[in-house]
Each structure stands twice: as C-alpha cells, then as structure tokens.
C-alpha cells in the first residue's frame, strides 16, 4: 500500500538524522506529502524542521538525506531538492508492485473491524412540517460519515432524534382541527408532512393576522404574541397533550404517523436510513435523575425560585438554566438524559452529533455539563457543525414561501437533468425507462456531490443548474467518467481473468492514475478522522480527472502490444471500481453508461 513506502520513508530519515547528525527528529516535525506537478518525483520530505540539526542550508541537507535515502531504499531512483524540499522519484517496479498486489484487491479501502462502536445522530426533524434543503445538507452529511467511519471498521449506529411533541406540534393539530373538514392526505392527494405542514403555515397566517388585531387595539407587540386567542388555545391543547387526554392524543398520533409516512418518503429518495430512532414524546422528561444526580455532587445550585443552573463562568462561558422554577424540564435538561439513554442502550465509544452551527453554543455547554457530572463516556460527544445552504435569489419557489422543500428541490434536480442531458444528446437509443432512472441517478447525484464537496463547517451557495455540469466539478462529471470506463471495457471485452503483465516503463499519466489510487485508504482514514465526506468527495473528482488524462494521453483499445492493452484495461477497472466505492460512500449512484 501506498502508506507502506510512507512509513518506510518516515523510519528512514529518522535513521538518517540520527547517523548523520546524532539527533533524533520528533515524528511532527517529519512531514511527507505528494510532489507538487511542477517537479520531478512523486514524494517529497519538508527538510526545513531538519536544519536545527544539520547546522546546513536546507539545500545542502536534503542533499545529504536524499543520499542515504537511495543507498538504503530500493524503491527509490533519484532525488532533487528545491529549497527546502526534497522531492523522491520511485521505480516503476514500485508502482508495478502496488498495481499488482494491492489496488486490484476487491476490498481495496476497506478497514478491518476495529472494535470500536460509534453512534451517528442526524435528520432530527420536527413533524410539523416537511423536510427541507437544510434537512438535505444534514441527513447527507450524517449517512455518509456513517458509511466513512464503516469503511474505516467502526461498528456504527444511525440513529434519529425527532421532534414530535411540543407548542409547534400543536400548532398544527389546532388547524386542522379548526378548518381540516376531515382532510387526510388520502383525500388531499398530499404527502402526509405537506398536508400538515400547510396548516402549520395557516396557523401562522392567522396567528399574524389576531397579532395584528390586538396591536391595532393598543396592545404592545409582546402583549399580542401572548394574548393571540389562537396561541393560547395552542397552549391549553399542548397542556391537555401532557395531561394524557386521550382526544388530543388520539390527534396527534393520527397526524405524526402522516408526517412519518411522507418522511420515509423522502429518506427513500435521498437514500438515507437509521438503524434506532428516538422519539422527544418518549424522552422530554428524562434528565430530571441527573439533575438530582448534580444537586447532590455540586454541580448544580439552586436558585430562589426553586430554579437549578450551573455556573460556566469559568470555563469562558455563562449561568446556564437546567431545569425551571416549576420543576419543568429545558432542552438541555432533556438532550443530558437522551444522552445517557442512548449511551445506557449501545454503550457506544464515540457519539457524533449532525446539527446545523447555530447550535455550536448549545452542544459546548452540554458536553462540558455532561464532563463535569464525571460520565465516562462525556470526552466521547463530538458535534459535527455545519453552515446553511443559500440558494440563488430567484431560485426554487417553495411551496410555503419560506424554506426550500426537499421533495421540490429533488423535483427540480431530476427535471433539471432530463434537460440538460437531453440538450447534450448523452441518451439517444436508450429506452424510457431507462432514461428515467439515469435522470434520477444524475440529478440526485449532482445535488449530494455539490452539498457533501464542501467542507461541513462552510456555508455554501448551492446553485441546482452549475451542479449539473458534465465537465465541471460534479458529481455527472464523475458519473460520466465512470461510465466512460465501463465503455471502455465493454469494447474491449474485459474480464478480471485477463493476464496482468505491467510494462516495464509506465507512461507518466498512468504511474500518476497508480499513485493517486494508492491513496484511497489514506483519504477514508483522513476522511473518518476529521468527519469529513468532501474529502472522499474531492478524492473521486482527483481520480476521474486523472483518468480522462491518462484516455485522452495513452491508446487503450488499439494498443499495439497485447499486454499494455491487457495492463491498461486493468487499470481502468480499478479505477471505475474505487471512483464507485468512494462515490458510493457519499450515497451516489455511478451508471454504467450515460
């Protein structure tokens, strides 16, 4: 594997600082990273950190390590330094080995079980209305870290936190109820979490409308919001929601079971799922024990009013409320108790949470209280952040006017790349339903590649008509190569039974192609240690782009020697199978041709 030779060079150097100036180089200090194109070799050694203990230019040490390098590794041919950079040519026979021996594995990527379980929480919906983008962006994020840290051999856990119960549930309940006549999504033709989500908007509407009445009438603002007859009598039905009346419960188990039904709906089409879902109805009173639990260890005070807080003014932070005057529970209350309840349930290693960055205060002070109660497992908690999704003004309507539908934005990518690829004449001769499932596979594969390239903690522009892009950097661009490959092979009757004889002079481009699939398990463990899907994502653009270079330099089909044809059709199997498994990581389908 391509991180054996690393390690070697790693071992080696060391070596070389030791015999040549009797020092011992802190394995921090030892960077190696790929040549950059513009110089001659493949990996390079910053000799900078080094000068300290040759006492020598950075010139004339890396002279002096790049000597003892090519007396004591065979792989190596040459070496050049600039600067203070030593740049390292390896033999063709290396590449050949790593060819040979390693890429063309099956589970090439794979990591074994490393015994370790990691819970993934993402999606968290409210069943008040329908998913939209944002959800997109998270439940993206939150399945393809799973299928990463899967890959890189944790044993992991999806798991769903939502958010059925609460004032905006009953907002609702209270609509319909008042001018539903009966409407179910039967009857509507609507999915179940549109059908609810349009009276939660017309809850709204009118909520305004009887907030605008009062002010008229001499009320402040603030008065309005509270004395609204509309809201109070949401109040009561949440009250009588809590009391166990069994009407208003009968309500509102009738209208979440048509949001969860709409829901799967969506996760079907996105191509996401969860191994556990939790419920807020079934956990919003936990975290009451630990809140006695920190009573009792002085991690909580009481104040006057009966309230508990906990004071992080130490830590650079403030006086937190956990749990009110009257004994009722706050968010943090309850998310202290689902925390223990799903670690009471998998006894998991590590907990990574998917949750938008306007949250990042919320989950700082949860995981400190969590450390400071001493549970063993608080250092575990991780909040993967992540920054919204802006859409171009102008763009994507959505039918409540004020966030962008998931179902609709989907709608829109699929339609979005029936005509473009339409335009492009990339379907002439395939049958309509054929059509129809690569227009499902280009556009659902545009808009999850756009979202997951970006580093999390960004907030993007997502623009559905430059993410549909046969030559940008896109998911069809990388769906199209594949394809391409699959093309390729077909034409040249491939089998994995055909005889691998490397020649014994690569071409430049395809010792590159070796090199840079040599990388992939370093970038799914680079990718699982940082949570990070965009850097699979860049990783399979780097492989596509790399093998148009080597199909537009080198003759495959029509290849005059036997064996390079033989060698090349090879090395382009691996390839389509590594840029389908770290496509397949980010939950993106690659068609065999478009």
Not at 261 to 275: I, K, P
Request: net charge negative; aromatic share 10%.
């Amino acid at each position: 594997m391509a991180s054996t030779i690393q390690q070697q060079l790693i071992y080696h150097t060391k070596q070389a600082i030791r015999e040549l100036y009797d020092a011992d180089l802190p394995d921090h200090q030892l960077a190696i990273q790929e040549t950059r194109k513009e110089f001659e070799g493949q990996l390079t050694i910053v000799v900078f950190p080094m000068t300290r203990f040759s006492k020598k230019s950075p010139e004339a040490t890396g002279n002096d390590i790049g000597v003892y390098l090519l007396e004591h590794l065979p792989e190596l041919t040459a070496f050049n330094t600039i600067k203070g950079f030593l740049n390292l040519s390896l033999s063709d026979a290396y590449w050949t080995s790593l060819f040979t021996t390693v890429i063309r594995q099956e589970r090439f990527g794979r990591f074994p079980a490393n015994g370790r379980k990691l819970m993934v929480e993402y999606s968290s919906p409210n069943t008040n209305k329908p998913l939209h983008l944002g959800h997109i962006r998270n439940n993206l994020l939150g399945y393809s870290v799973a299928s990463i840290l899967t890959a890189y051999g944790y044993e992991v856990i999806k798991a769903n936190l939502v958010n059925d119960r609460g004032i905006h549930i009953c907002k609702s309940m209270l609509a319909w109820q008042r001018w539903g006549n009966g409407e179910t999504p039967a009857t509507s033709g609507l999915k179940g979490d549109h059908l609810v989500g349009k009276y939660y908007v017309l809850f709204d509407k009118v909520y305004k409308q009887e907030i605008d009445q009062l002010k008229a009438e001499g009320h402040t603002e603030e008065e309005a919001k509270k004395q609204a007859p509309i809201i109070r009598e949401a109040q009561q039905m949440l009250q009588q929601w809590e009391a166990g009346d069994e009407a208003v419960i009968g309500l509102w188990k009738t209208m979440n079971s048509w949001v969860y039904s709409g829901f799967e709906q969506t996760y079907t089409r996105l191509g996401v799922d969860f191994d556990k879902y939790y419920y807020e109805s079934d956990t919003y009173l936990l975290g009451k024990d630990i809140i006695n639990e920190g009573l009792e260890k002085g991690v909580f005070f009481r104040k006057e009013d009966n309230s508990v807080w906990i004071d992080l003014t130490n830590d650079g932070l403030d006086e937190k409320l956990v749990l009110r005057g009257d004994g009722t529970s706050v968010y943090i209350t309850q998310d202290m108790g689902t925390a223990q309840l799903k670690y009471d349930d998998f006894g998991m290693d590590e907990s990574i949470y998917v949750v938008g960055n306007e949250q990042d205060y919320h989950f700082k002070v949860l995981f400190l209280i969590l450390e400071k109660l001493g549970k063993p497992w608080a250092k575990g908690l991780f909040h993967l952040s992540y920054g919204m999704v802006d859409l171009p003004s102008g763009k994507m309507k959505s039918r409540e006017g004020t966030v962008v539908d998931a179902d609709d934005l989907m709608d829109e990518m699929v339609a979005t790349a029936k005509k473009r690829t339409e335009e492009l004449g990339k379907t002439e001769g395939l049958p309509e339903a054929e059509k129809a499932q690569l227009y499902d596979i280009i556009g659902m594969g545009a808009l999850k590649y756009f979202l997951l390239k970006v580093e999390p903690k960004k907030r993007l522009l997502f623009d559905p008509n430059e993410s549909i892009d046969f030559q940008g950097h896109t998911g069809p661009f990388i769906q199209y190569t594949h394809a391409r490959i699959q093309s390729v092979l077909s034409k040249g009757g491939y089998t994995s039974l055909l005889a691998v004889v490397v020649p014994a002079v690569l071409a430049e481009s395809e010792r590159d192609l070796i090199q840079l699939l040599g990388n992939f398990p370093a970038t799914i463990a680079a990718a699982a240690k940082e949570f990070s899907p965009a850097q699979v994502a860049n990783y399979g653009y780097e492989v596509a782009k790399q093998y148009n270079k080597f199909y537009h330099e080198e003759t495959i089909l029509k290849a005059e020697d036997e064996a390079v044809r033989h060698f090349r059709l090879h090395l382009s199997a691996a390839t389509a199978r590594i840029i389908a498994n770290s496509m397949q990581l980010l939950g993106i389908e690659v068609p065999d041709r478009m």
